[in-house]
Structures are given as C-alpha cells and as structure tokens.
C-alpha cells in the first residue's frame, strides 16, 4: 500500500471519530431530552445526515483499499463532496468543531498530494460554500448582513488560515514531487547500470561452462531486485566493487562495508575456509572490542556454521542464544543471518551480520544477503582465476621465475622509483656456463633440471623486495633495489659460490654447474635504465671471456 493510501486511510479513521463522538452527543442529548420511559434514537436531519456521511466514508474506504480512489475524477469529485458534507455539518447542523477540524485535515492532505492549484481552488470553493450556506440558513432577509457581518470576520480567518496551510504544505508537494522525479531518474540510472551488468554477465557466462547454473539463479535473482530501489542499489554498489577490485582481501573489505551501510546491522563479519585444514577463520570484521574478537574466533569453527557452509543453506535466528551459537557469548546479539560464500565447484566461506535486537531480519533481508554471497563467491572464483591468468602471463612455465615481459615492466617501475626517491638500484646479470654441454650430453631434459635448480637457488637467496626473472635461454636478470655496488657484488658472489657448490641430479646421472655474473649500479654508473642494463651486460661479457664462473663490476677490464 502506498504511503498516499495510508494516509488517507488514517484522514478516513479521523472521521470515523468524529462520526462516532457526534453520533454520542446525538444520543446523549436525546437521553437528556427524554421525559422518561424506552429511549428510541431519534430520526431527524442530523442522525440521517451522519448515516449519509458514514455511508460516503465506508464507500471511500473500500475505494482506497482498491487502489482505485486516486483517479483523478474520482478523487476531485469525492473531495469537493466532502467539502459540502462538511460545510452542511458546520453550518446547517451546527457541529462546527469536529466538521472544522476534519476541513483542516481534509485541506492539509490535498496539499501534500495534489498541490497548490488544486488545494487552493478547495479552499476557494469551501469559502463560497461556506458563506452560501450561511446566507440560506438566515431566515429573515433584513437580518443576513446583520449576521454575516458578526460571522464573516471570523469565517474570514478560518479561511484564510487553510489558505496559508495550503501554501506551505504545497510547497512540501513540490518538493515531494521533484524527489520523486530524481528518485525515477536514479532508478532509471541503476536499471540501466544492471543491464550492462547483466550484459558482464552473460560474457563471463559464455567463457565459463562450470558457472551456467550459479549465473542463471543469479540473474533470476537480480530480476526480482528490481522491485526495491534500495536492493537495485545495493547491487550497483557490489558489482562496482565486483569489477575494479581484483585483490581478495581488499574485495571482501568493501563488500562488508557496505553490508554494513545498507543493511544497518551491528556487526558484519566475513569468515573465509580454509579448505586444506578444513577450518573457518574471521577474515574482515567491524567488531572491535577485544573480548567480542576473541569470541568470535575461539568460536568461529562451532557445528552449525560449519554445516551451514557444507550444506550451502543459510541461517536466520530471530532469538539466538549462546548454547546454539557459542560464537555471540556475552555479546549481547539477539537476531543473526548467516549466508554462505560458494560457487558450484568451491566454498570459500560465510558473511555473518548481527544484530542487539529480537526478530530484527526477516526473509527479505535473507534474500538480499543471498544475492550478495553468491555474487561475492562469484567474484572470488573470478578473481583466483584472474591471479592464475596474471600469473600464466608473467611468469615462466619451466623455472617458476617471472618472465622477460614482467621484468621489463617492473625494471622500468623500480628505476622510476630510485629516480624519484634517489635511492640505489643495482642489476644482475648471469648466465649459466657452457649450457650447451648439459643439453648435448645429457638431453635437453637434464638442461631444463638444471635452469630449474639454478631458478630455484637464487629466488630463495633474494630478500622481499628483489626480482628474479629469466631474461633468455639459460640467462636470468636479478633487480636489487635499495643496493649499492658493494652491496651487489658480495650478495652475487656469495650466490655464486653456492651454485659452484651444488650438484644437479637426475637418477644416475650428476653434474656441477657454474654461473658468471655482471652487475651494474644506479646512479654510480648509469643514468638511465638502458644504460644500467647495458653495462650490466657488458660486465657479464667480461666476465665470460674471464674464464667465467666469476662476478665483474660494470667497467671492470676482462682478465688477461
């Protein structure tokens, strides 16, 4: 039922009061009147003119229940019907002060939903009628200016002040009536952003089989969002996140954030699982007090979240306890919905919300929440795929080390960033000695052991902020921020050494491996980035018609 409705069944309540007190006074003034013996009601003008006007309000009720009282001939016919029902109450029959205050109402609802032009012609109508009606209950002729000059001042009045109650409640209209047509315009908006999204949708569908039925149920879902402007919105808001975040963590933040807001609960919290260990962990939480965070996650892993994730079926508590839910001890939680975060091939885990209050959700909200898990669970498959595809596309398929085109990039981000914050940068160069060998006597199977190994040995050396990447065949390029010159040498000598030392297996077969390295340093040798890793080269040059297995400084002669 509309919010028009509702106020208009609340104006036809009032007057169901007023015909009610009215009808009392009728009796009772009867009673009082009566010289004794059985009270009969009377029948005269007043008592069939109350039935008329009761008759007219049951009609307009059922009208109103209909939806049907709104049309506009209708609804101008039944107002100014009810003009003259209320002027024949206030001036023929004399009950002016209920019939006066149901005009009042009567004037300030028109207002609201039918603005000034129309409330004012009302007011207009109500006036003239008003004073009609007082000319044709003065009997005598001599005596209507008489009366109407002590009358009209205060009828005057009256009517001047629903005069100004019709201007400032239209103008309430007016901007009642703008916010209506930019709500209209935000939800076209919105209907248009879910079509594009809807279009996302379908592609992702067409790329991905395994994802048809989740992506079917789903879109079956949204339809239904289209009903509530506050849920369309919410959507908006999570696919907006769904496609410009493409971390996890930082994904699942922003969707319980804006849980959180639209949603209005006292707690939201976003479990993950763990599927090795086969344990649930809190992952993102408004919760902040230190008693309610440990609870929740000493209790986190109980029966029934579990077997809400396994089941895939979601849990609304209306009056939760403790014995049930362990989790919410001493927390003060009354009502709970929890939804799980799945896809048809993967659980990823739960979004909890709370809240202090009994019966606080119902269905719908168990809807939305729906919507937005498996929307989230969806995004969250998208994302690990997006990671392995980055991860296809920047790193080697053989050594497990980035690839040349990762290292290009990222060579060029770090020199701009030794540039900006004038810090050190220095550049590796190594290739593996006499490769070819490996491959001419032993197959290309054991040369492929062998840069694996060489890969292995030196992505483990590395501190967190270096770079490994292979840069050719059996060539590979480490990038040292923050390292100067010295620094650079001993830290690839010392990896050098290593290798000298190590012995490559495979089954019978085992063989030594030696490296030579050339490495050059911003700014103490080059200004710019291809001048870094041009002398980084030529050291390695060097260093290979050194004798190899060595380390030679950029600008370092060869050995004679």
Known sequence: MSRKSRHELMYTGFTWIIIAVITFQTILKDIVLSTGGMYYPSLGIGFLFLVAVAIFTFS??????????????????????EIIFIHIAMVLLGIDKGAG????????????????????TLTGFA????????????????????????LLPNIVLFYLALFLISILCSRFYSDSHESEQQNKKLFMELANRYDQVAVAREEIKSQNDKLK????????????????????????????????????????????DIIIGVMGVSGSTIIRYDEKRGRLKVHTTNIT??????????????????EALMDGNPIIESNANADKYPFIEDRGVKSLICVPLITKSQRFGLVLVEHKYLDAFDENNVRLLNIIG????????????????????????????????????????????????????????????????????????????????IATIIKNSLRSGDIIARYGGEEFVMILPRAGIKEAYYKVERLRGHIAKTKIRDGEVASSVTVSFGVSSYPEFSSSESELLKMADDALYVAKNSGRNCVKVAGEAPTV
């Open 289 to 306: 007090k230190r008693g309610g965070l440990i609870t929740l996650n000493d209790n986190v892993n109980c029966e029934i979240l579990i």
């Open 374 to 453: 498996q929307q989230v669970g969806i995004a969250m498959e998208n994302v690990e795929l997006y990671q392995r595809m980055h991860e296809l596309a920047t790193v080697d398929s053989l050594t497990g080390v980035y690839n040349r085109l990762y290292f290009q990039d990222k060579f060029k981000e770090e020199f701009e960033s030794a540039q900006k914050n004038k810090y050190e940068l220095s550049v590796a160069l190594l290739d593996i000695d006499h490769f070819k060998r490996f491959n001419d006597t032993y197959g290309h199977l054991f040369g492929d052991k062998v840069l694996k190994r």
């Open 101 to 120: 205050i149901i005009l009042i109402f009567l004037i300030l609802i028109t207002s609201l939903y039918k603005g000034r032009r129309f409330s004012l």
């Open 213 to 256: 039925d989740t992506n079917y149920k789903l879109e079956d879902a949204n339809k239904r969002l289209m009903t509530s402007l506050a849920e369309l919105f919410t959507l908006q808001q999570i696919t907006q996140a769904i496609s410009s975040i493409l971390d996890i963590n930082e994904l699942l933040k922003k969707v319980n």
């Open 127 to 150: 006036f003239l009628l008003n004073i009609s009606l007082h000319i044709l209950s003065i009997k005598e002729s001599n005596a209507i200016m008489d009366d109407l000059g002590g």
């Open 60 to 81: 307009k009720t059922i009208l109103i229940k209909k939806g049907v009282l709104f049309k506009d001939g209708l609804y101008i016919s039944s107002r100014f019907l």
